[in-house]
């Protein structure tokens, strides 16, 4: 049914909610925009970043959000996939 293997896909939809995730994170950190649902959106990136000083640059800063991201993200959908699989075969 689909070309991508699972674990591709796993890794394709987490960095695709990664790279949306840095275009808002550099729009809301260039232009101090408020952006609807970006806080919800981003937060295991943010979440990440509160056990780091806040005199960190920005380069870093948005690599630790997006480590975040990517982590959460790919996470959640590896646990979905995984539930739908056993659930389904049943």
Known sequence: MFLIRPHARVATVAFWVS???????????????????YQLFAQPGVFLLGFFSEE?????????????QYLFYGACWWVIRHLWHRYADQ
């Open 56 to 68: 960190l640059p920005f380069a870093t800063k948005l690599l630790l959000l997006l480590v975040g």
């Open 19 to 37: 790279a949306v995730t840095l275009v808002l994170f550099g729009l809301d950190y260039s232009w101090q925009l408020n952006l609807p649902g």
